[in-house]
């Protein structure tokens, strides 16, 4: 099973951690894994390449870890976009684990986030 856990601090998302696999199909073959990872790849992007941030990047493919974080020092408003881009994949991965409840869970340590 995949875990996301979506990062808060003060109510705000400040990066994500996902772990484990799918166990839907083999590697190569697993269509959810797929679709985790595009959503997840796609928000480090949004980040760094549409905002301008350098999130802090921790990934392990072996063991299954990928964790994404908003770097030090982010502005306000530089905030308050990269929230779009999280609940954007929040919302995009509960719909992934609504269908898929034995391979995906997501949550957040902040419950106005669950």
Same mark, same amino acid.
């Given at each position: 099973?995949?875990? $996301?856990?979506?990062?808060?601090? !003060? #109510?705000?998302? %400040?990066?994500?951690?996902?772990? *484990? ?5 083999? +590697? ?28 802090? $990047?921790?990934?392990?493919?072996? !063991? #299954?870890?990928? %964790?994404?974080?908003?770097?030090? *020092? ?5 905030? +308050? ?34």
């Amino acid at each position: 099973m995949t875990r $996301v856990r979506m990062i808060t601090r !003060r #109510g705000r998302c %400040v990066g994500f951690t996902a772990s *484990g696999h799918t166990g839907f199909a083999e +590697r190569g073959h697993d269509i959810v894994c797929a679709a985790v990872s595009a959503l997840t790849q796609t928000c480090e992007l949004g980040l760094s390449d549409v905002l301008g941030l350098e999130p802090v $990047v921790a990934r392990d493919d072996e !063991r #299954g870890t990928y %964790v994404v974080r908003l770097p030090r *020092g982010v502005r306000k408003a530089q905030l +308050r976009r990269a929230q779009l881009l999280f609940r954007t994949l929040y919302i995009g991965l509960k719909s992934i684990e609504a269908a898929y409840p034995d391979c995906v869970r997501v949550n957040a340590n902040d419950r106005r986030w669950n």
